[in-house]
């Protein structure tokens, strides 16, 4: 006999070990079925030993052990799998079996699928990553060529993308020549063409290029050398729950623990990667960007025109007007890029100055317009709770009728380029337009489908800029630029350099503000000037990656939040905890968190701090350098 000691793949559990009897000796990293409370639960082994050797502890528990049904002939677990979660483990607070379950794809943590069987080899390839800074054109030139490089070394490739939008894309530009070797992996498959996917990935008899997004990365093959992680300073690489893990920190672990070459590429990646290349601790792949150039050129158009409070100002400038009147006469495409959903992210009363608030997040309401059997109806909106009422007529204050929106939304945008240019094929794409991913998809095709037009979008347009426009403009640079995060700047650079990178006349930004180092480095495609500043900024305010955050955040009344505080100063004592209130919290529900400021040298405190923040109670979310702390 033998007591197998099992984790369990539950999402969020908070148990780290099981133990059971089993006449059989499981290996280490077998998948098995085991009884959690009445229920089988998929789980992996992480030891197994003789009950002889165990006796002791046996006769001392106060519990007594189940038995394990009889499991022949298991799948096993990569060791290099086994090997990243513990790595993970040393950088984030959560069990062992929570990474796990992060890094298993869907479909073979749920049962659905079983983890292909695969033998474990360790590469010999240059473990270090390696960073490539260019446009999106000369970074598909130079992943061709390392596809080929592999290749030639009889080795497969993967390319793993933020999201199931930027597929596509990456395909079209890579399998020119190897259609049969391409295997791809999305979240929007059928179960026909995922099960295809994983019989292409069984067959070992050709190099294989592997494109997928992160969900599927971690699925082993014996004659993969190198990873590629393209778009790498995308916030879609973290995942929306806990562990809330970094899935680029993730694979940089796995390729080393496999010994495979990585490659993080983007038109601006992280800062933090920036400051690695510098410091030689990630290595430069292909020459060294300090500018780079761009067939669009970016222009700043600062508008200058008052809005008074029943006369709103111009939204599109007579230097726009005149650039989209001329490409779509070139049957050209364009886009508008609005920052902030809906009519207005803001309604204000004129006479008290109320703003209507989500009363569950205290956030201020966007205001959408919605068509139902050919009646507008408005409706207010709060992008954090979720919560969806009618749109009021009048002040709840005052009960003065005189309401007015504040801030620039997309259909705002939408309802004045359509009374300037009502003969002008116009697509709007946002969340409210496409609510899947596949109705993005659609409306995105049909827009270059057409001989010219103008597309609307907010962020979720962006990935699908690829086929390219002529002309594009940031609406308002003043409402892109006030999101509440530290990664203000290089969101905004980025953002700016993307647009850049996918149009082949011009890129044009209005602003009510008068220009800044940012957009000047913008212009000019000056990526080493941008890092030089970025990074003495953050180095001077102590922002990543010179410090770590951790962010705590608990929800509750006002009152409750500073009680449901107490046990968690009793568990962090001695930790530097700066605690406070979200901005957007209101009387009836409060948002408290508790910020942890680590100094990246100290890796004693960071040890010392992930042990305590794994005694936390589960009502406390932790997230490691999250994008925004407040």
Known sequence: ??????????????LESLSYFSSIEYPVGAFLEVPIRGKKQRAIVTD?????STKTALKAATFSLRKLPQQPDPVVIPPSIQATAATLSTHYPTSLGALLFALLPPDIRNGTHPYPRTESVVQTEE?????????????????????????????????????????????????????????????????????????????????????????????????LLAIIIEQSASGHYVTRQRPYLDHRTALIAYAKHSGRAVLLGDVVPRTEDEVKRRDERYLTYGEEAKRIAFT????????????????????????LLTSVDRALEARGHVFFYAARRGLAPVVACIDCGHIFRCPDSNTPYSLIRTKKSGEEERWFVSSTSGRRVKAADVCVDCGSWRLRERGIGIQQVYDEWTKLRPDTPVTLLDSETATTPKQAATLAKEFFTQRSGVLIGTQLALPFLSAGVAVSSIISLDAARSIPTWRADES????????????????IVQTRSESDNLLIHATR??????????????????????????????????TSVVELEQPIKVALTDLPVQFYNSPNSSTGKAQRHGLIRIPSADTTLYEAALQKLRNLPPYVKVEIDPERIV
């Open 1 to 14: 006999m033998f007591v197998i000691q099992v984790i369990p793949l539950v999402r969020g559990t908070q």
């Open 48 to 52: 197994a030993r003789p009950v002889s």
């Open 127 to 223: 473990t270090n990553p390696q960073l490539l800074t260019a446009r999106i054109d000369d970074r598909f030139t130079a992943y061709q060529s390392f596809i080929r490089s592999t290749f030639a070394h009889r080795g497969s490739i993967m390319i793993v993308v933020p999201t199931a939008a930027e597929i596509e894309p990456a395909v079209a530009e890579l399998q020119q020549g190897i259609e049969d070797r391409v295997i791809i992996f999305s979240p929007n498959q059928t179960k026909k063409q995922r099960e295809k996917a994983y019989n292409q990935l069984a067959d070992t008899t050709t190099a294989k290029l592997i494109i997928t997004t992160p969900s599927h990365a971690y699925l082993e093959r014996i004659d």
């Open 296 to 319: 669009a050129p970016l222009s700043i158009i600062t508008q200058k025109d008052k809005p008074k409070p029943d006369v709103p100002f111009q939204l599109f400038s007579r230097e």
């Open 492 to 507: 905004l650079f980025r953002l700016l350099l993307r647009l850049r990178e996918c149009t082949a006349k011009e890129v």
């Open 525 to 558: 495609g000056a990526v080493e000037r941008f890092y030089d500043d970025e990074i003495a900024l953050r180095q001077m305010l102590q922002y990543p990656p010179f410090s770590t955050f951790i962010l705590l955040t608990w929800v509750g009344t006002s």
